[in-house]
């Protein structure tokens, strides 16, 4: 029995109203019988006390007004989806923290509030609530409802009942003076369908106290009301007292009723609103926020001006959800001139409630109010007066002052954005994922490394909305008033940063990198919300990315919301990798080489990356500058200085030039040493970077030293161009040195190593760095030779290091030479390194372009070969004039780069 309890208790937990009673009830019945069969003391008063707990639950939900019939009423207004995932203590101390705003607490709603709260004594908000400097000027102190409307407001002056503050007589006709908040008023206006008193009203649910039955509101003796308020995650408890602020002339501080002007409620439901949004001087939102917070339905904004959306298609959707009672409309306009103000009578930056659409023979129209009390109507096409007298179906109606029928595709072209509130039980699963996020620094906010990811995977086919939600801080509220009074109400919303959502499908549910072929991508928006309407495909696994841009604040708190048919798996993305390590880097003056076309190519910022074991590798480059192309190569060169790249040298490569980030990716890469080159497409460009590198085993990064960075330079006499001809010099050391040999014609500054200043603040139209008409280049091929004749061995050549010539298509991808591989690359420094020398010719004959000519590190070794000499040996075969130019080329210079001392010897001819 005991057993059989336990199952009730979980069922009582996972239900609610009537049927949680009814599984409690059961479970307190089961407690008992198992405590009268126990044969044990302890057990028995163990189980007698389990009993008396789950009594105690069954007659807290009774006291609480949750008997049948209440929950009954409450369920069938409400609607909403059973949340399906349960909130772990991490979770809800993110909902605890966002309770405190503005000075004040709104916990997380859990009961609703005892009736007896509301006939104790006088209640008094402690609460302060700012005006702004216009009302400031007309505002006569906080007074309680009937001290402001007075008993002339009564339809019947000669009654002592006050009930005419909370019931209409009349038609709704809500209108807003001097308060900023047309977005609430607008929102009230437009979602009275679902709040006006009646057998299916929503009030109930929302306002306390309120009668169940009729849903209409009751007057509280004590001046206490409390409102259930979606915001920051979840619906929260906001608790007001009746005062509202009054004016000293004829205009009012408070959302008032003109055919109800004794009408409270939605003066006080605007009051309970704006103390959670900072006080009446409130600068402002949008519609769909709003709503969102007033009644808990899901907000989509869809921009009007946008050329992606079917506009028939979309009138066919919302004109069927709002004939079902499902939507909840609203429009907000751009920013207009006074004389666009005047033509169109619309006014700018300003929100209108949408409280009827019809359709007739294919004609399309609105029904907008203005919530001003004395705006401006529509004055466009379709606005003369028998027009804005006849409803759709052409019998005559006056309409209220501000109220106007204007076509939808009018509405498409002078409108900026549609706000759609959709009702939530459209859904019969929702999921509630919390947290916290630190915006990245600019340097890496390009991609999404440190975004917040999640995996979501559906049971069936079938359409799935994510909703994402910036919890409101006190930090917002601050910028927004700083920039209120200089700068619009859109350019006021923009400071508080942008958002969207993006979702993947071929990541496999891990964590992604770069924002590159999403299957669904949301419009980056200002609000604190942001829905992504999503059609699930059973058995995918996707990412959901959150981005953004421009947040200002430190911190945000956000909550992502899933609503589906289907059954969800939603979990925190995985990286795909083990792994991973972050070096920062910098294009400067000196080392922003360009892409592997320009002749300072070299002189990029490099990284020696070893791998110990076989593996995926990923490199993600990123820089601040979101407008600068940048590109990351991974080289076989064994972290050794990349002079230049061939395709054959590319293990893996970020492909065409890319904006802000690059990543590279590998599904293997063999164990070993490599090279990473990090480039921007034009040389010249500053800025710095960060690179991370992703494995599956700890990987080993360290900068690559510049050319002649820690090395002594050996200089050998300019050697004079043109014509063929063979030097050599003796090149020799007391012990064991580390060196290479660097040929560049005298003209280039000398070695193009990153040591040289002149050269790296020449123009790009410099002669030695890519100018149209280059000079005349030597043809050239330099080694390093043991003995001479038949006998000589090859110890290092200037064609061992893939000193290719490039050819470049306009967008940056290269194309080497034929014959450009890394093979026998890597074997001749391979042979060099062992000291084994090669008995092959000293290799092809090469252009000293730009960048020069190098050979790769070879040893001199007062030991090696018998102590016979080693000769540096130069040859060459004429001018290469590269398809233009003219005039005198310069000379060679050659420069020897070792570990230690170096003895050159002088040039001397070798006649073959």
């Known amino acids: 029995m005991e057993v059989e309890a336990k199952e009730r208790e979980a069922l009582a937990s996972r239900t609610y109203g009537k049927d949680a009673l009814d599984h409690t009830i059961a479970a307190a019945e089961l407690y008992m019988k198992a405590a009268r069969a126990a044969s044990i003391p302890g057990e028995k008063s163990r189980l007698t006390k389990k009993c008396h707990e789950v009594l105690s639950r069954a007659e807290a939900l009774k006291k609480l007004g949750q008997d049948r019939n209440s929950v009954e009423i409450v369920e069938k207004r409400l609607k909403l989806p059973r949340p399906t995932r349960q909130v772990p203590a991490s979770e809800q101390a993110i909902l605890l923290r966002s309770s405190r705003l503005h000075g004040n607490i709104f916990p997380p709603w859990e009961s609703d509030p005892d009736p007896n709260e509301f006939s104790d004594e006088l209640f008094g908000d402690p609460s302060e609530f700012s005006l702004s400097e216009r009302q400031k000027a007309v505002f006569a102190g906080w007074k309680r409802p009937l001290d402001i409307v007075g008993s002339g407001a009564q339809p019947d002056p000669n009654s002592q009942d006050d009930g005419f503050l909370m019931e209409a007589k009349l038609d709704y006709d809500l209108v807003q003076d001097v308060t900023t908040d047309c977005s609430v008023v607008a929102s009230l206006c437009a979602s009275m369908r679902h709040l006006r008193p009646g057998p299916t009203s929503i009030l109930p649910t929302i306002m306390f106290p309120c009668d169940l039955q009729s849903g209409q509101p009751n007057i509280s003796r004590s001046g206490k009301y409390v409102f259930r308020m979606f915001f920051n995650g979840c619906f929260r408890k906001v608790v007001i007292d009746d005062r509202l602020p009054s004016s000293s002339n004829d205009r009012t501080l408070y959302v008032v009723d003109r055919q109800n002007p004794g009408l409270v409620w939605p003066a006080l439901m605007e009051k309970a609103y704006l103390k959670v949004r900072g006080g009446y001087d409130f600068p402002g939102s949008n519609s769909g926020t709003d709503l969102c917070a007033l009644t808990g339905w899901i907000p989509q904004q869809l921009f009007l001006q946008s050329d992606e959306i079917d506009w028939d298609r979309t009138w066919k959707r919302v004109k069927k959800a709002y004939d079902y009672g499902d939507v909840v409309i609203t429009l907000g306009t ?126 069936a086919d079938g359409s799935t909305w994510i909703l994402l939600s910036r919890h409101f801080q006190d930090g917002e509220l601050e910028i927004m008033r700083n920039h209120q009074v200089t700068t619009s109400l859109a350019a006021v919303s923009s400071k508080l940063g942008f958002m969207s959502v993006y979702v993947f499908a071929d990541g496999g549910g891990k964590r992604v990198q770069l924002s590159d072929r999403p299957v669904y991508r949301g419009d980056f928006v200002d609000s604190p919300q942001m829905l992504a309407p999503f059609e699930a495909k059973k058995g995918v696994r996707y990412t959901v990315v959150v981005a953004a841009q421009e947040l200002p604040l430190p911190q945000y708190s956000f909550t992502l919301s899933f609503f589906s048919r289907a059954a969800l798996a939603v979990a925190p993305a995985q990286p795909p990798f083990r792994h991973y390590a972050e070096v920062r880097g910098s294009w400067t003056r000196r080392t922003a080489g360009g892409n592997a076309a320009a002749p300072t190519y070299v002189q990029n910022p490099q990284f020696g990356v070893t791998l110990p074991q076989a593996g995926p590798l990923s490199l993600l480059l990123s820089t601040a500058r979101d407008d600068l192309p940048v590109h990351v190569d991974l080289v076989w060169a064994a972290g050794r200085r990349v002079v230049a790249v061939g395709n054959r040298d590319l293990v893996v490569t970020s492909g065409d030039y890319r904006r802000g980030c690059a990543l590279a990716e590998s599904a293997s890469v063999d164990a070993g ?240």
């Open 334 to 459: 751009g920013r207009l001139s006074p004389d666009e103000e005047e033509t169109l009578g619309l006014a700018g930056e300003h929100d209108y409630a949408v409280l009827d659409m019809a359709e007739t023979q294919g004609n399309r129209k609105m029904l907008v109010k203005n919530p001003w009390c004395d705006g401006l109507v529509w004055k466009g096409v379709g606005s003369s007066e028998a027009a804005s007298q006849a409803t759709a179906d052409g019998h005559p109606v006056k309409l209220k002052p501000g109220s106007f029928w204007i076509s939808f595709d009018d509405v498409t072209q002078n409108f900026e954005s549609l706000y759609l509130n959709w009702n939530p039980s459209l859904f019969t699963e929702r999921q509630d994922h919390h947290f916290t996020w630190k915006p990245p620094q600019a340097i890496i906010a390009g991609s999404f490394v440190h975004n917040p990811q999640y995996s979501m995977e559906a049971a």
């Open 673 to 912: 040493a490599y090279t990473v080159v990090c480039s921007t497409f034009e040389p010249g460009c500053l800025a710095d970077f960060v690179l991370r590198v992703g494995s599956d085993c700890p990987v080993t990064i360290a900068p690559v030293l510049a050319d002649a960075a820690g090395r002594l330079r050996t200089h050998l006499p300019i050697l004079a161009p043109g014509g063929a001809g063979k030097v050599r010099a003796v090149v020799s050391a007391a012990r064991l040195t580390r060196a290479s040999v660097v040929v560049t014609r005298s003209g280039d500054g000398g070695g193009n190593s990153s040591n040289n200043s002149a050269q790296q603040q020449q123009p790009l139209n410099h002669p030695g760095s890519g100018s149209s008409t280059p000079r005349p280049r030597p043809t050239v091929r330099v080694s390093l030779e043991y003995g001479t004749g038949p006998d000589k061995a090859v110890l290092a050549s200037t064609d061992d290091d893939g000193n290719y010539y490039h050819q470049y298509d306009v967008d940056g991808r290269g194309a080497a030479a034929p014959g450009a591989g890394r093979t026998g690359t890597l074997a001749r420094a391979a042979a060099a390194a062992a000291d084994v020398g090669s008995a092959a010719g000293p290799g092809e004959f090469r252009v000293v372009g730009p960048a020069g000519l190098r050979t790769p590190e070879f040893d001199i070794d007062p030991r090696a070969r018998g102590g016979r000499p080693l000769w540096l040996v130069v040859e060459q075969l004429g001018l290469y004039h590269g398809g233009g130019g003219g005039g005198a080329a310069d000379g060679l210079l050659v420069e020897i780069l070792s570990e230690g001392p170096v003895r050159a010897g002088a040039w001397e001819a070798v006649d073959d």
